[in-house]
């Protein structure tokens, strides 16, 4: 057998692969519950994840990450499109109409970290109940060795087994985030998706969360695909970013090379809400105006267009196309080879001249 190539640090072998993946919800209206129209929260996206990689999804709310996930871990059918997952053999395999075995066993390989760690537990259940459920539901562990496992999980994740019969409102918000953390690891996926698993922490407590997560990973080989709606929080976690507008993926690339040289505009902006360490560069940044577009109802051409400073008259009538324009770099925008957009220089790099 051939070993997986190494490719900038990390494994080339791809673990998840989706394509072109479209989730298209049903507006439903009046008595009848007639179908009016779809929110069309996700709409051909593609992007696959390394073994051992972490891709960041970033963008605004409403842009369809969540949904991106949930689709990504079969909580959701997707409309469309392909969900491959790496199985024991090295295959990719789609879990679309996989049989409902084969699907769970797959399904193993995949958890979810949620947002919010007040709502996402259950207020009802102890410690020990929410991490040891999905080993119950995937018969895993039963009896002593449930007990065993629920013991290794917590200590895994920084907490007290002896809190193990504890109710979550007991714990504090990092802390309650650790729980579902250990409810993740349960399965002993391969995968997991982190949606904004800090956004409602407190600052002091992030980076707590962040460098735990970062040494499971390393522990543990896991791949993240981890979403935020805020590029500073994948700085410092992602090998590569996805940036996401109203249901498709408007550039992607190294996180270095989408900081330093970001080639959409939209990256632009949101980079523009980077806090930047030096001082002459706070000010004179471009800011992002407007909301975002809705979804059920997009502007056509480039869905950024009414927003974008330097939109022209075909950006408002054709889709631009999906174009690699550096070694691993690529973006959706008709003017990508032509402006000069502005990054964040990282620590390290020589300032840039005007
Ligand atoms: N179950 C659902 N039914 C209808 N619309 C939904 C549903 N889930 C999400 N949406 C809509 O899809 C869009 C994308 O949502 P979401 O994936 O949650 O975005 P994000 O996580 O980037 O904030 C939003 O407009 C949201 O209102
Ligand atoms: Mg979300």
């Not at 706070?282 to 407007?290: D, P, Q, Y």
């Amino acid at each position: 057998m051939m070993s997986p190539s190494v490719e900038n640090g990390y494994s080339t072998d791809v673990l998840l692969r989706v394509s072109d993946l479209k989730k298209h919800f049903p507006i439903e209206r009046g008595f009848l519950r007639r179908v009016v129209g779809h929110v069309q929260a996700v709409d051909g996206v593609t992007f696959s994840i390394r073994r051992g990689e972490t891709l960041g999804l970033v963008g605004e709310s409403g842009s369809g990450k969540t949904t991106v996930g949930r689709c990504v871990i079969r909580a959701i059918e997707p409309t469309s499109g392909k969900v491959e997952f790496q199985n024991e053999d090295g295959q990719l395999v789609d879990l679309i109409g996989l049989e409902k075995s084969s699907l769970r066993h797959l399904r193993r390989s995949a958890s979810m970290i949620f947002q919010d760690p007040y709502a996402s537990l259950d207020p009802r259940w102890t410690v020990k109940d929410i991490v040891a459920e999905p080993l119950r539901l995937s018969s895993m562990a039963s009896g002593k060795q449930l007990d065993e496992e629920v013991v290794r999980l917590l200590k895994t994740v920084g907490l007290e087994p002896k809190h193990m019969l504890r109710y979550p409102h007991s714990f504090s918000g990092g802390q309650r985030q650790r729980i579902g953390i250990a409810r993740a690891l349960s399965t002993r996926p391969r995968l997991i998706v982190a949606d904004e698993p800090v956004s409602a922490l407190d600052v002091s407590i992030q980076a707590q969360i962040l460098n735990l997560l970062q040494d499971l990973k390393v522990q543990f080989g896991l791949s993240y695909l981890f979403i935020a709606h805020d590029l500073s929080v994948v700085e410092f976690i992602a090998e590569r970013v996805a940036v996401m507008y109203v249901g498709r993926i408007v550039e992607m690339a190294q996180t270095r090379s989408l900081f330093t040289q970001p080639r959409h505009p939209y990256t632009e902006a949101l980079l523009a809400a980077v806090p930047k360490p030096d001082p002459d560069l706070r000010g004179k940044r471009v800011s992002l105006s407007g909301e975002i577009a809705n979804p059920a109802a997009p502007p056509p051409g480039c869905h950024f267009h009414p927003r974008c400073r330097y939109a022209q008259a075909i950006c408002k009538r054709e889709v631009p196309g999906w174009e690699e324009i550096a070694p691993d770099h690529f973006v959706a925008c008709h003017f990508a080879r032509e402006l000069t957009l502005q990054g964040v220089p990282r620590s390290g790099d020589a300032p840039a001249r005007d």
